[in-house]
């Protein structure tokens, strides 16, 4: 038994993949859940519009199917993040975290193979996250929650000043060990 909240993070390709896998985390006794939304575009026919409509009938199927707090993982590439999360507030996320880090591809150039890649952040790499906390404070419903490349105490206390309600920190956890928890 935890004596913090436990969050479950997903990640899901199809609709119906995303609200079978958060039906049956929902299910597990977790307190929260976080929806990590990424899209990868490879259908030059297909708009921005449509890829967010579809996130948002995933958000709507999901609440309708759990009951515990939904959180959603963005990415800050959509056309207008700030749109998209006033949509997404509306349909009752209950809180959004700002921003994911992605595996990126890479190839060896000498076995002309894929190089599978684990992109930490770095420090510093917060301060997207600090701008779209000050605009999308005060005018969501939802909590934000910052996250990417938070390394320190200091980081923490501008990202709590710009309107964040809590931060998310994992790179300086795997680059300094657990006690940077303390230290922070």
């Given at each position: ?27 597990t ?43 959603v ?12 999360i ?7 996320v209950n ?26 952040s ?11 906390a000050?605009?999308?404070?005060g ?46």
């Amino acid at each position: 038994n935890l004596s913090i909240p436990e969050i479950a993070s997903l990640n899901a390709i199809s609709s119906s993949t995303w609200i079978e896998y958060a039906k049956l985390i929902g299910e597990t006794g977790v307190d929260g859940i976080e929806l990590n939304f990424y899209h990868i575009p490879s259908d030059f026919n297909k708009d921005a519009k449509e890829i967010e409509d579809e996130q948002i009938e995933i958000v709507k199927a999901i609440k309708q199917n759990i009951s515990i707090p939904v959180s959603v993982k963005l990415s800050p590439n959509y056309s207008n993040v700030l749109n998209f999360i006033k949509k997404l507030d509306s349909v009752g996320v209950n809180a959004f975290v700002l921003f994911n880090s992605f595996f990126q591809p890479n190839i060896d150039i000498t076995s002309e193979k894929h190089i599978k890649s684990f992109n930490l952040s770095n420090e510093g790499d917060y301060k997207e996250s600090l701008r779209y906390a000050g605009l999308l404070f005060g005018n969501i419903n939802a909590d934000i929650c910052s996250s990417h490349g938070i390394f320190t105490g200091t980081d923490v206390i501008k990202l709590l000043l710009s309107g964040s309600s809590c931060v998310q920190i994992v790179s300086t956890i795997y680059k300094n060990g657990f006690s940077q928890i303390g230290n922070i």
